[in-house]
């Protein structure tokens, strides 16, 4: 086993070979080990055309990332009484009735919406112009100039993919989980995020609206071909990294007011702010959840079904991935560990058994989520179990 000074030697030559490639435009990378920092990296550039550097109070689109901080708020409001996860969501959107595709109104939870099995989709995930994009429907990172409750409407009349519970599909069903949280408690999705999650944690460059804009990276998207520097986005802009359909950026987002708030894709943060989180998170869930909500946040909560994104190996818990196999996932996390990522460019993961909290966030899409960077980052992480 190589020193834990190698491992940091090795994580640094990741990041400098991604950055030398243009694979990434820059990146702040945070890992501890039972509760201390082991690794930091603050590189690259967060505007390469204007020069600006990354700082480790760089703000980021969590884009997905923003998932789990919201399923957290529900198991908080859960322990509170405010809902329970086998509520039917009709019980606080009662117009929300999607129906199968033979004409029948199946009953949707909470706990539906929070494992991805409630029969929903994303538009990205259908290939070429599929019904969500056709039926106008936002996946929360465009700036579709409508609200959230149309855009419920709007994915209330289409035909749900499947039988809910049946299935695991990746999909619009944490921004429906939001509209939930605020008819539940009467707030806005932004004020149920303060109030349970990030003031209590002391997140505070972590919003739904960019407060500090000048702070914000610049996002950049893959190069074409892939191998060559990452292009910076417009706005619009329109990028096809699946075999599906294409992800319509809007970066305007986080600084547009008028944007509604996206429980699955809305939110910015620091890195810093991050492991906050996921520190919490590991030891317990204090001041926000109970240790037995945690424990059923990361838990295999569909072993039975296969979790097509996220590949084999991996299962889902009721907001996070979690680790089944390690050989079949081909990585060096054990199992039970916990991750997810978000398609701007982040990425987290957490190893209980070693101890280990670790974000990553970069500028570039989707390199930064799920490209070789990230694979290799969590691969020398490990080499000397940082």
Request: proline share 6%; net charge negative.
């Amino acid at each position: 086993m190589v020193s834990a000074e190698e491992a940091g030697a090795a994580l640094d030559a990741v990041v400098a070979r991604a950055i030398e490639a243009g694979r990434i435009v820059g990146t702040v990378i945070l890992i501890h080990k039972d509760g201390r920092l082991r690794y930091r990296a603050v590189a690259g550039l967060a505007d390469r055309e204007e020069k600006r550097p990354m700082a480790e109070d760089t703000v980021f689109r969590l884009a997905s990332m923003t998932k789990p901080i919201v399923s957290v708020a529900t198991l908080a409001l859960a322990e509170s009484g405010v809902l329970g996860l086998d509520d039917a969501v009709t019980r606080f959107l009662p117009d929300f009735r999607p129906r199968t595709a033979e004409g029948e109104t199946p009953e949707i939870t909470i706990r539906h919406l929070m494992t991805h099995t409630a029969g929903l989709s994303y538009g990205f995930l259908q290939e070429g112009e599929g019904v969500y994009r056709r039926g106008g429907i936002s996946d929360g990172i465009d700036r579709p100039g409508i609200s959230l409750e149309e855009n419920l409407r709007r994915i209330a009349v289409l035909p749900l993919g499947f039988v809910p519970g049946s299935r695991w599909h990746y999909s619009l069903a944490t921004d429906v989980l939001g509209a939930v949280l605020a008819a539940a408690t009467g707030l806005s999705l932004p004020e149920v995020i303060s109030d349970r999650v990030t003031r209590p944690l002391a997140m505070a460059d972590t919003h739904f609206l960019a407060p500090s804009p000048e702070r914000l990276a610049t996002p950049y998207a893959d190069g074409e071909p892939l191998g060559t520097p990452a292009r910076r986005m417009t706005d619009p802009f329109v990028l096809q990294p699946l075999e599906s359909g294409p992800v319509h950026f809007s970066p305007g987002r986080a600084t547009d007011p008028q944007a509604y708030a996206s429980g699955g894709a809305g939110m910015v943060g620091t890195a810093a702010d991050y492991m906050r989180f996921l520190e919490a998170l590991r030891l317990g869930g204090a001041p926000v959840l109970r240790r037995e909500s945690v424990a059923a946040l990361i838990a295999d909560a569909v072993p039975a079904l296969e979790i097509d994104i996220a590949g084999p190996g991996w299962g889902f818990g009721v907001g996070v991935g979690h680790l089944r196999d390690p050989a079949a996932a081909a990585t060096a996390m054990t199992v039970g560990s916990w991750n997810w990522g978000g398609v701007y460019g982040t990425s987290f993961w957490v190893d209980p058994a070693e101890g280990l909290s670790a974000v990553a966030l970069t500028n570039t899409a989707v390199e930064g989520t799920n490209g070789d960077f990230t694979r290799d980052i969590v691969a020398a992480a490990y080499l000397g179990k940082v």
